[in-house]
């Protein structure tokens, strides 16, 4: 199954409850119990040290009361920035459904798209730039991810 890209897709993994999640076998339940989430620390630090590396200042992270909840945001400039984790947000590159539960992660993945996407027309509707990076992005070339920021 091709990632869910069209908007004809996204419609029809639409409604506001997610299919039924089959529960996995207690060793797999066990498994990804013991697995803590790293509140995407590495991704973030590593747009951060380089925002520091090229001495970028006037930048708040995690900034309270904004559309979307941006990573990163450069008041004076009126710039946000998000920074897409490829699984979460369904990257284009790199993205994929997993085998198991697909129903449910085909919705999961398709709310947060459209989640993302109406935060981003609302944050431009109040002003701001918005620059939405992908984590394979920011690993790959994160060079162009600084200029991106720049440039908005």
């Not at 995690?62 to 450069?74: A, C, M, R, S, T």
């Not at 790199?94 to 993945?109: F, M």
Request: proline share 7%; net charge positive; hydrophobic share 35%.
């Amino acid at each position: 199954m091709p990632f869910l890209s069209s908007p004809d897709e996204m419609k029809r993994y639409s409604s506001k409850r997610l299919p039924t999640f089959r529960t996995p076998d207690a060793s797999r339940s066990e498994n990804m119990r013991a697995i803590r989430s790293s509140q995407n620390r590495t991704t973030e630090g590593r747009l951060v040290s380089l925002l520091l590396g090229q001495r970028i200042r006037g930048w708040k992270l995690h900034p309270k009361g904004l559309e979307g909840k941006p990573d990163l945001v450069i008041p004076s400039k009126h710039v946000a920035v998000f920074v897409d984790g490829c699984f979460w947000h369904g990257c284009p590159r790199c993205g994929h459904i997993p085998k198991t539960n697909r129903a449910y992660w085909s919705a999961k993945i398709a709310r947060n798209k459209r989640r993302d996407l109406q935060s981003t027309r609302r944050l431009k509707a109040l002003g701001y730039r918005v620059v939405r990076i992908w984590e394979c992005q920011l690993a790959k070339a994160p060079s162009q991810c600084v200029q991106r920021i720049l440039r908005a």
